[in-house]
């Protein structure tokens, strides 16, 4: 007789051993990871997926969990995506700390677009740094 095994545990194990080596010390601390995608459509399911995975690893470390919208591909943006995609991770019960609905954030902007003048400054520092 076979003896049971219960493969989504075994998954599980082998995950946690797997974070036990995240950031170098461990589950215990905490990392700042995020989802940053193109607002060109719907949340997809890999989109979902790859959230859903950071905002789990985010809260397993006591971490942060970062949505960036990248809407530098101006041509293929559609209209009122980047909310309809917070929304979307909203519903799944995956709710990001920063992003563009937290304006007052430490590191915000957290749209690509607006931080051009932030990118320009740093491109003219290292031209004059040599």
């Not at 601390?29 to 995020?34: F, H, I, L, N, Q």
């Not at 997809?44 to 970062?66: D, E, I, P």
């Not at 979307?88 to 915000?108: I, K, N, S």
Request: aromatic fraction near 6%; include cysteine; hydrophobic fraction near 40%.
């Amino acid at each position: 007789v076979h003896a049971h095994v219960d493969q989504r545990a075994l998954r599980a194990q082998r995950v946690d051993r797997r974070l036990d080596g995240v950031g170098g010390g461990g589950v215990d601390a905490p990392v700042r990871v995020r989802y940053a995608p193109s607002p060109t459509g719907e949340l997809h399911l890999g989109g979902l997926r790859t959230a859903l995975f950071n905002f789990l690893l985010a809260r397993r470390t006591g971490g942060a969990f970062v949505l960036r919208i990248e809407d530098t591909d101006r041509t293929r943006e559609v209209p009122h995506a980047a909310d309809r995609l917070l929304q979307a991770l909203q519903w799944c019960g995956v709710e990001p700390d920063e992003g563009p609905h937290t304006p007052d954030a430490p590191f915000a902007p957290y749209t690509q677009s607006q931080r051009l003048d932030a990118y320009r400054a740093a491109a003219a520092r290292l031209v004059a740094s040599g």
